[in-house]
């Protein structure tokens, strides 16, 4: 059973930093690309960040040098470093599970979701 746990999510101030963190489990985790996907409020799903089984990454342009997305095969754990935090950061913060290796934004799980709100 695949299962992904998505936790760290919270209320910061604008320019404050949080660290999300997706537990994953019931697949080979270390072989599998691991995306993170955001929702704001009234709007549609926009993808973050993907990193690959070999560890390379891509962003957003939105995130690009605020936000490090990295992986953990040991403990099984996909992570986002989100620094320099904007209200328009605010969303729900989900993990997604690649249905390869690599980072082909194309999704067969994700998890429950973890809210951060920026605000002041």
């Known amino acids: 059973e695949v299962q992904l746990v998505e936790s760290g999510g919270g209320l910061v101030q604008p320019g404050g930093s949080l660290r999300l963190s997706c537990a994953a489990s019931?697949?080979?985790?270390?072989?599998?690309?691991m995306n993170w996907v955001r929702q704001a409020p009234g709007k549609g799903p926009e993808w973050v960040s993907c990193?690959?089984?070999?560890?390379?990454?891509w962003y957003a342009e939105s995130v690009k040098g605020r936000f490090t997305i990295s992986r953990d095969n040991a403990k099984n754990t996909l992570y986002l470093q989100m620094n320099s935090l904007k209200p328009e950061d605010t969303a729900i913060y989900y993990c997604?599970?690649?249905?390869?290796?690599?980072?082909?934004?194309?999704?067969?799980?994700w998890g429950q979701g973890t809210q951060v709100t920026v605000s002041s």
């Open positions: 997604a599970k690649d249905l390869t290796g690599r980072c082909i934004y194309e999704y067969d799980y």
């Open positions: 990193i690959n089984s070999g560890g390379s990454t």
């Open positions: 019931g697949f080979t985790f270390g072989s599998t690309g």
